[in-house]
């Protein structure tokens, strides 16, 4: 039995950016429940040493689109990393979503052999589709969700598992 590429791609990542954007909308509600600026959450990290809060959905939108772009032989969109208020962010996520929406399941399908060459600063890392999508996104992907989550959940934005795995 193959799998299909698109349904182990595409359905993921917009659920979770979904869900992503849930976790935003419950910040911005319980910071006026608390009376501060939601968009400070916007700045704020784990560690000293981390990026912050931008960063991790700027990295997840990054990492889902560029994924799905390699996987279908496409471009993803340029995003220019300027996000600094919640909407922004949220702003970013549905544009994120809209694009992977419009990429059609049979681009996608069929690219577990496709060679795929990520370039970074110090090397190269090379892959065959199905590894690419198995053993880098999508780890790479909900790392950044993940941390996103706990960055919120960090500075007490009441969130609990349901709120990460939300399957609406």
């Keep these: 039995m193959s799998i299909s590429m698109y349904k182990a791609s595409a359905p993921v990542f917009i659920r979770m950016l979904n869900n992503l954007d849930g976790l935003l909308a ?10 501060f600026d939601a968009n400070l959450l ?22 889902s689109k560029g994924a799905i772009a390699r996987l279908s032989g496409g471009t993803a969109p340029s995003m220019a ?6 909407d922004d962010l949220r702003t970013r996520i549905a544009n994120t979503i809209d694009y992977i929406k419009s990429v059609p399941a049979s681009s996608v399908d069929g690219s577990e052999e496709r060679s795929i060459v990520l370039k970074f600063p110090n090397g190269e890392m090379a ?15 909900m790392f950044h969700v993940t941390t996103a989550y706990a960055i919120l959940r960090h500075n007490g934005v009441p969130l609990g598992k349901q709120d990460f795995l939300n399957r609406s």
């Excluded at 419950?26 to 009376?35: S, V």
């Design 26 to 35: 419950k910040a911005e509600a319980n910071a006026k429940e608390r009376g």
């Design 42 to 63: 916007v700045t704020s990290r784990l560690a000293p040493d981390m990026r912050p809060l931008s960063a991790q959905i700027q990295f997840a939108s990054d990492t």
């Design 81 to 86: 990393d300027t996000e600094t208020t919640i």
């Design 127 to 141: 892959f065959k589709g199905l590894d690419y999508l198995t053993g880098f996104a999508l780890p790479n992907f």
